[in-house]
């Protein structure tokens, strides 16, 4: 069974960093990996992604100068380095990969099969 195991989650005070870790499970990771954050009250937003071939992009304007999504292939692992983080990046945080080897203009949750089980990023003082 194919599965994503997510950590790197936890408190942070703002302007802190953190790094989230997305690991397959029974499959070798080698297809596009999103990443996705979903605030309480709020709709799963597409924030990240990384392609098959380290092409990146990022959607959310909010993010980008901050966060970096890389993939180190001999781990099986997927990244998202966060920096500078605000009150605002408060959300569960997810993984997602739908199999395929680019990342879409506009990611969209329910497009995507395989998810992580989310890791909690709370950024407070």
């Known amino acids: 069974q194919l599965q994503l195991v997510e950590s790197g989650g936890g408190l942070v005070q703002p302007g802190g960093s953190l790094r989230l870790s997305c690991a397959a499970d029974?499959?070798?990771?080698?297809?596009?990996v999103a990443w996705f954050r979903q605030a309480l009250g709020k709709e799963r937003e597409g924030i990240s992604c990384i392609t098959s071939y380290d092409e990146t992009l990022n959607y959310a304007d909010s993010v980008k100068g901050r966060f970096t999504v890389s993939r180190d292939d001999a781990k099986n692992t997927v990244f998202l380095q966060m920096n500078s983080l605000k009150p605002d990046d408060t959300a569960v945080y997810y993984c997602a990969t739908d199999l395929g080897h680019y990342c879409p203009d506009n990611p969209v949750y329910y497009e995507y099969d395989y998810w992580g089980q989310g890791t909690q990023v709370t950024v407070s003082s």
């Open positions: 029974g499959f070798t990771l080698d297809y596009a």
